[in-house]
């Protein structure tokens, strides 16, 4: 069975970092493409960043590829969300979810699911 657990989340202030984590378990590490989407209160759930289980190459949403950085370890079966210069607009339910093949740009492609993990940016 694919499971997918985020963790990590929490209150940051402006300016801070925050790294999440996503383990993995249930298939093959690198079988999947592993996306970190998140939903903002009242807003439909985007995509942040993902990476491509063919190749390990990483799509980043335009509004966070400066301050964010996907990254894995294979050893422990997770993936890691970092994001540096947290901003208010970061609030959000943070996701990670898997896909069998490429990195969907639409969070209702993604097949596997695990609970969020909330991170709540204020001062």
């Known amino acids: 069975e694919v499971q997918l657990q985020a963790s990590g989340g929490g209150s940051v202030h402006p300016g801070g970092s925050v790294r999440l984590s996503c383990t993995t378990s249930?298939?093959?590490?690198?079988?999947?493409?592993i996306g970190w989407l998140r939903q903002a209160p009242g807003k439909e759930r985007v995509v942040v960043s993902c990476?491509?289980?063919?190749?390990?190459?990483?799509y980043y949403a335009d509004s966070v590829k400066d301050r964010v950085t996907i990254s894995s370890d294979s050893a422990k079966n997770t993936v890691y969300l970092q994001i540096n210069n947290v901003k208010p607009e970061d609030t959000a339910t943070y996701y990670c979810?898997?896909?069998?093949?490429?990195?969907?740009?639409?969070?209702?492609?993604?097949?596997?699911w695990g609970k969020g993990t909330l991170v709540t940016v204020s001062s």
């Open positions: 979810a898997a896909d069998p093949g490429y990195c969907p740009r639409l969070a209702a492609k993604y097949d596997y």
């Open positions: 249930g298939f093959t590490f690198g079988v999947y493409s």
């Open positions: 990476m491509r289980s063919s190749d390990g190459s990483t």
